[in-house]
């Protein structure tokens, strides 16, 4: 990603297991693929037995193809893009925290 | 009439971990395992001691990991492997990752440090699963006793199921150690391979309207249509349709090689034919195939002309490299049985368009053959010699390669006539590969006759399995074809890099004919200026038991055609001074 190009982000929301390794698994598979992962936000839910992540990724060509491999992975069980939260979602986080 | 006896009884069992392992392998059909015990994975063998599980001491855990890929791509079910922590298991790393590219089900099942130490740098201990997260399909770490209880099954359902892989299970010393009371009814159902949700009904209409409206298809088959046991089907749709069938190396044996509907390997070392037909076709079906660069060649050329239509049970793979115009996401013989059922796959045969491509293949096959010396002028050049094995060998023999010329030559060469006759490493090219497969296979298929085509520099790199393969006198033949060099780098140094012939020949050459002696089993070194040399081989194979057979091979012969890497198929090079 050229840093002068303003990128068009996406955001995917990933339903997973929770149990160590996972983050270790969906990170592995941006970082194999040369893919940025700008932002991370992971949460438990469902008493602890899953866990919610948003990922906040620039938009490129590549981006169906990552979306299928997350899908492949045992541990997620869901993947879809949150085209409902506002574009500036991570970076008013950012300021919160 | 008599009251049943209930099938369960509520007495509790005592297990440990490791007898729990033990008896969930059983009740997957394990059989036969290869590993290497080491500490952290001791407890696991002391219950294997009174297991019917036979299993089988490699002599390097990579050779063991490779035996039950063999046993795994000769039957298609998953095959289990074992080692130990550390280095035990860093060993299994090649046939794993090998496992990986090559969509092979396999569970790798490592002994672990006991939990209390696992982060603290304790002896033989190295983060097994954190290693293995990018090569497998899954992994475990396992931390709790009762978690085997699901994890096996789960295993070997993931392993087999859709597109098929390698799955690690990392156990920890102490949960081997632990100690569980279970009834019989607590014992899980084995895993194994989950059906694939079928095509729905317009992708196959999709799929035979364009089919039916094609002139000139072609068929580009993949290591998955031997893992959906739809070899046949394919076959029969080639015929169908009239359209010649390109298989890549993984392929091969798919389509018969005497059909007239085969036309070989295409990509790198395919022939000049197979370009043309790629180049010419304006219907691609890529049926478990994913469009690797040595299939393609420059991805922009291929297949200019063609619609794409693909079938793959990973949805992944769709568009990856090419996009398609249409794709299935379901198993290959599902989607090729409905097809073949199609109304519009039933209109009259023998269509003027349908019979002149058909005949178009055909004259291009018959134009471009490989090109070799005469089996009387030059009865060693590695194409007599595998048209020479494939006559002297049972039909139904199985073939292992190791990677480099010796490879890419039986791949042109040898006429494959069945499906899982080939065992071979294409996605990841592991020198090493061959012994240790054949062994597996030896296990898998007793009674056939295996044969490990090997190379010089390949067979060094698991030649310690000589003796796993001396201890159970298994009918593998190991054939050499030395010609003292890693002889594709040398190929490639000669024609990409300006002859500048850097670290491809070797220095010492090992007396093959007597290490395999040495290991205890039977050596044969064929003389160069034999007055029979293949009837010196043939002597050779003729005998029962294990054999080494090494044989000269000139150093200089190259593997031809050859497209350059990174350029179109039809770039290739023919033949010796074409450059």
């Not at chain 1, 598979?29 to 991370?40: K, P, Q, V």
């Not at chain 2, 085997?148 to 892989?165: C, D, K, M, N, Y």
């Not at chain 2, 044996?253 to 790629?278: C, E, F, K, Q, V």
């Not at chain 2, 061959?434 to 044969?451: C, M, Q, S, V």
Request: glycine residues 8%.
């Amino acid at each position: 990603m050229n840093a002068s190009t303003i990128a068009q982000t996406h955001i995917i929301d990933l339903r997973v297991r929770n149990h160590p390794g996972v983050m270790s698994h969906i990170t592995g598979l941006f970082a194999r693929r040369a893919f940025n992962l700008e932002a991370i936000l992971c949460v438990p839910v469902s008493g602890n037995d899953e866990s919610r992540m948003l990922l906040l990724v620039n938009d490129t060509p590549k981006l169906e193809q990552i979306e299928r491999q997350l899908a492949k992975l045992h541990d997620v069980l869901a993947v879809r893009q949150r085209t409902d939260l506002p574009p500036d979602y991570f970076e008013r986080l950012g300021k919160s925290i | 009439m008599k009251p049943k006896t209930p099938l369960t009884t509520m007495t509790k069992k005592k297990y440990t971990g490791a007898t729990l392992l033990t008896a969930l392998l059983e009740r997957q059909g394990i059989r036969q395992m290869p590993g290497i015990p080491g500490g952290a994975i001791l407890p696991f063998y002391d219950a294997l001691h009174t297991s019917p599980i036979q299993h089988i001491l490699a002599r390097h855990e990579q050779g063991a990991g490779f035996i039950a890929q063999g046993m795994a791509r000769v039957t298609g079910r998953a095959a289990a492997c074992v080692a130990t922590s550390g280095p035990g298991a860093t060993n299994l790393i090649t046939a794993i990752a090998d496992a990986r590219l090559d969509s092979i089900p396999l569970v790798a099942i490592t002994g672990q440090v006991a939990q209390s130490l696992i982060g603290t740098d304790a002896f033989q201990e190295v983060d097994f699963y954190g290693l293995t997260v990018p090569i497998t399909k899954h992994n475990y770490l396992v931390r709790d006793v009762r978690e085997l209880l699901h994890i096996v099954p789960e295993a070997f359902t993931l392993a087999e199921s859709g597109r098929p892989g390698p799955v690690v299970i990392d156990i920890p010393k102490d949960v081997q150690i632990a100690a569980i009371e279970l009834s019989d009814d607590e014992l899980p159902a084995p895993g194994g391979c989950r059906p694939t949700p079928p095509a729905k009904d317009a992708e196959i209409d999709a799929l035979a309207r364009m089919l039916a409206k094609a002139q000139r298809p072609v068929l580009y088959l993949g290591g998955g249509i031997i893992a959906a046991n739809a070899s046949a089907l394919a076959h029969e749709l080639a015929k169908r349709l009239d359209a010649p069938a390109v298989s890549t190396l993984n392929a091969l044996g798919a389509i018969p090689a005497d059909s007239p509907h085969n036309m070989g390997m295409l990509g790198m070392h395919g022939t000049r034919a197979t370009h043309t037909l790629l180049d010419e076709c304006d219907l691609i079906i890529a049926i478990g195939a994913r469009f690797d660069d040595r299939a393609t060649g420059k991805v922009a050329e291929f297949c200019p002309r063609a619609a794409i239509a693909h079938i793959d049970i990973d949805r992944a793979e769709f568009g990856k490299i090419k996009r398609p115009h249409l794709s299935i996401e379901a198993d290959a013989a599902e989607v090729l049985q409905r097809l073949l059922a199609h109304p519009l796959l039933h209109a009259e045969p023998g269509t003027p368009r349908a019979s002149g491509w058909l005949a178009r293949a055909t004259a291009l096959r018959d134009a471009h053959p490989l090109r070799h010396p005469s089996r009387e002028t030059a009865p060693l050049h590695p194409v007599n010699i595998c048209r020479f094995l494939a006559e002297t060998l049972p039909s139904d023999a199985i073939i292992a390669t190791d990677v480099g010329q010796h490879q890419m030559w039986v791949a042109q060469a040898y006429p494959f006539r069945s499906p899982r006759t080939l065992l071979t490493s294409g996605g990841l090219g592991t020198m090493g590969f061959g012994l240790p497969n054949a062994i597996g296979a030896a296990f898998a298929a007793p009674g056939k006759r295996i044969a490990c085509v090997s190379g010089d520099g390949s067979l060094l790199m698991n030649i310690q399995e000589l003796a796993t393969l001396a201890d159970h006198e298994l009918s593998v033949a190991v054939l050499v074809f030395n010609n003292a060099h890693l002889g594709l780098v040398r190929q490639q140094q000669e024609l990409f890099y300006g002859r500048r012939y850097e670290a491809s020949r070797f220095e010492t050459t090992p007396d093959f004919a007597a290490l395999a002696r040495a290991f205890g089993i039977r050596g044969h070194s064929i003389a160069a200026n034999s007055a029979d040399p293949l009837g010196d081989i043939a002597a050779a194979l003729a005998q029962p038991g294990p054999c080494l057979i090494d044989i000269p091979i000139i150093a200089t012969e190259n593997v031809l055609p050859m497209v350059p890497p990174g350029a179109a198929n039809n770039q290739s090079i023919e033949h010796a001074g074409a450059m």
